[in-house]
């Protein structure tokens, strides 16, 4: 009964790689973010969709492409993978829409992706 | 540009003892602010939701404040218990940003039996 769950949960690979990270969320919400947690625990967000649009983009690298195929996904395909991309990747989802902003976060469990 | 602090980066207190954990923004024109509890290897778990309307929410042990002006929030953790002893991090919604949340680093809390 995971609200919001993401695999995998441990993810290593090499240099140069494409690899995706998959999240769905099974409690109705609008909308869905992906954040990075780096070495130093400290979050910030990289993307949002609210039923499937893209209304949050901020400055990552065009190598980080998400994918909401519907409302209850959010995928994260990452290509030609770095060193310095090694990091926790969180899903999250909330109720809220863009003219609702008082509605928790809920957060999945984390991937950690480590880039050798 | 939006900065959250949160203060101490670390502490440890022992079994039964009241604890606060601080939090500060520089912009106060915010939405709302959380505040979460993140285990070792789990995702984060929203303890507290305060709207820029309230002053305080509570749940349970926990009492957290708001005050706009200052730029200020605060945790308060009633009676401690090493089942608290994780880390609390504090995000703020900005009025500008959306639904776009700026986290702190968070206070890793040691709960000692």
């Known amino acids: 009964d995971t609200a919001v769950s993401q695999t995998p949960k441990y993810l290593v690979t090499q240099m140069g790689n494409d690899k995706s990270i998959k999240c769905e969320q099974n409690?109705?919400?609008?909308?869905m973010y992906w954040y990075k947690q780096d070495s130093k625990k400290f979050l910030k967000i990289m993307f949002s969709y609210n039923n499937k649009e893209l209304i949050i983009n901020e400055t990552v690298p065009n190598r980080f492409s998400p994918k909401s195929p519907d409302k209850a996904h959010l995928n994260l395909h990452i290509n030609s993978l770095e060193l310095g991309d090694s990091a926790v990747y969180f899903c999250a989802s909330s109720r809220k829409n863009p003219g609702s902003h008082n509605s928790p976060l809920h957060f999945g469990n984390g991937t950690r992706l480590t880039v050798t | 540009k939006q900065e959250v602090t949160q203060i101490p980066a670390a502490l440890s207190v022992p079994e039964g003892e009241n604890l606060v954990l601080n939090c500060s923004f520089t912009?106060?024109?915010?939405?709302?602010l959380q505040w979460f509890r993140q285990d070792p290897g789990k995702g984060l778990t929203s303890l507290l939701l305060?709207?820029?309307?309230?002053r305080e929410q509570t749940s349970g042990r926990l009492n957290a404040s708001l005050d706009k002006s200052s730029g200020r929030s605060t945790l308060y953790i009633a009676a401690s218990q090493p089942g608290d002893s994780a880390t609390y991090l504090c995000a703020v919604s900005l009025i500008t940003s959306g639904s776009r949340l700026t986290f702190g680093e968070g206070t890793q809390l040691t709960v000692n039996p």
């Open positions: 912009d106060s024109a915010i939405y709302n």
């Open positions: 409690l109705g919400h609008d909308t």
């Open positions: 305060i709207q820029s309307s309230q």
